[in-house]
């Protein structure tokens, strides 16, 4: 007896049967997960916001309110900047890819992209100045040149330093994608 509840395995059975969040191919999503680097340097900075809305709990109850509400604004942006940290990184949809850093976005439909491909290549570690080598996915879009955009993924950066296999299914996920939606 089947189960009346949608599994990941099971075949549609009824027009009435919605597709699964991961079937939506206009919705943007990560295809890979966030690594422990990015992860625990945004838990630490959460873990600061709270230090801080307590001072400023502490601030309000016994100095100023105009001092407790500027310390409550350095809180709201660690917690901006904690949450930003997390959305680093690229996100892929059945409309293009979409490159996220702390301080932009830079989106290219599939129109645009002539490849998404993996070249070995000096690679900035954890986005510090000093260079070690690795693995970079570099974007392709036609009419511009590869090398004057930063790489979507390294193998040095937050999400994959000392994760090799990570990274490889990462790229080979994201060249799929371009492979599949290019139509370069």
Do not use: K
């Not at 990015?38 to 601030?59: K, P």
């Not at 109850?61 to 604004?73: C, E, I, L, M, W």
């Not at 090799?164 to 080979?172: G, L, M, W």
Request: net charge positive; charged share 20%; with cysteine.
């Amino acid at each position: 007896m089947p189960l009346p509840f949608l599994t990941a395995d099971r075949a549609f059975e009824s027009a009435e049967d919605v597709p699964l969040p991961h079937d939506d191919r206009d919705r943007w999503r990560r295809p890979y997960r966030p690594g422990p680097w990015r992860v625990g340097a945004a838990a630490i900075a959460l873990l600061l916001a709270s230090f801080v809305l307590f001072a400023a709990v502490i601030i309000a109850a016994t100095a100023s309110v105009s001092s407790a509400g500027a310390v409550f604004g350095i809180a709201l942006a660690v917690i901006v900047c904690a949450l930003r940290l997390l959305r680093v990184g690229v996100w892929v949809s059945g409309r293009g890819l979409r490159h996220v850093s702390f301080l932009s976005t830079r989106t290219a439909p599939w129109e645009e992209v002539v490849s998404v491909r993996t070249v070995q290549r000096p690679v900035r570690w954890l986005g510090l100045p000093r260079t070690v080598q690795g693995q970079a996915l570099l974007l392709v879009r036609r009419g511009r040149a590869a090398d004057g955009l930063p790489p979507l993924l390294t193998t040095h950066d937050a999400d994959f330093l000392a994760r090799s296999a990570a990274f490889d299914r990462a790229a080979d996920t994201l060249e799929a994608w371009a492979a599949e939606n290019g139509r370069g």
